[in-house]
């Protein structure tokens, strides 16, 4: 049972665009959410978060939002940059630093 | 700069061998866990702990047992290894409660032949 899920394998857009990646989650117990970046043979890193008190957090080019009744999160790029090329996991828990529960993953390629 | 530390970033092993993936982190995080990563499937919880010789089973347990003698270090064992364990192995530590994210460490790539 994939309780996060990221229906989108893959994204490609252009520099200086804007890039969305989406996420769904089944769990209504989830309340922390976070996004993480990873390039290849490296270990994620953190990128940003929400708690489900809100439904927005803005990091510099970064901004996740949150629809609690869709249960849908969204992480918004822009502009993008061709560093930004790279797998994206949203990853959820109840509970901050608790136990999280990944997506499969989305992996962004912007094109220069 | 804190840091998590897995202690191989490449591994080849046997079919059956005993094998032993250490992680250790300098940040004195209470909580502690153990990933792997496969192509389509993301990263799946296998252990984790919250304190030291606590533990807890993750989604995916099996054939995995873990240690955690001391707060730092968190020991991913494989009891015998097959096949289907060729995988990224992640180790990630975390404070309690803590408004952040996980800090991972670079991953250990296993290959069991």
């Known amino acids: 049972d994939q309780q996060v899920k990221q229906n989108s394998p893959s994204l490609s857009v252009q520099e200086g665009r804007i890039s969305i990646l989406n996420c769904d989650y089944t769990?209504?117990?989830?309340?922390?959410f976070l996004w993480y970046k990873k390039y290849p043979a490296e270990g994620p890193t953190f990128l940003i978060s929400?708690?489900?008190?809100?439904d927005k957090n803005e990091d510099g080019r970064f901004t996740v939002f949150l629809n609690k009744s869709a249960k849908h999160l969204s992480l918004h790029i822009v502009p993008s940059q061709p560093g930004d090329s790279a797998v994206y996991f949203c990853?959820?828990?109840?509970?901050?630093?608790?136990?999280?529960?990944f997506g499969t993953g989305t992996r962004l390629a912007v094109r220069p | 700069d804190v840091k998590v530390t897995q202690s191989s970033r490449y591994l080849v092993k046997r079919t059956g061998e005993k094998v032993f993936l250490e992680c250790v982190q300098d940040?004195?995080?209470?909580?502690m866990f153990w990933y792997r990563q496969d192509p389509g499937l993301g990263l799946r919880l296998i252990y984790f702990?919250?304190?030291?010789?606590?533990?807890e089973k993750g989604d995916i347990p099996e054939g995995y047992s873990v240690s955690r003698e001391k707060k730092e270090r968190f020991s991913l064992i494989l009891e015998s290894a097959s096949t289907n364990q060729t995988s990224m192995y992640l180790c990630?530590?975390?404070?309690?409660?803590?408004?952040?994210?996980?800090?991972f460490g670079s991953g250990t790539r296993l290959t069991v032949v």
């Open positions: 990853a959820a828990s109840v509970g901050s630093g608790d136990k999280l529960t």
């Open positions: 769990n209504s117990m989830f309340d922390y």
């Open positions: 929400i708690s489900s008190i809100k």
């Open positions: 940040m004195d995080h209470e909580n």
């Open positions: 702990s919250y304190d030291v010789k606590m533990k």
């Open positions: 990630a530590s975390v404070r309690l409660q803590a408004n952040y994210g996980y800090t």
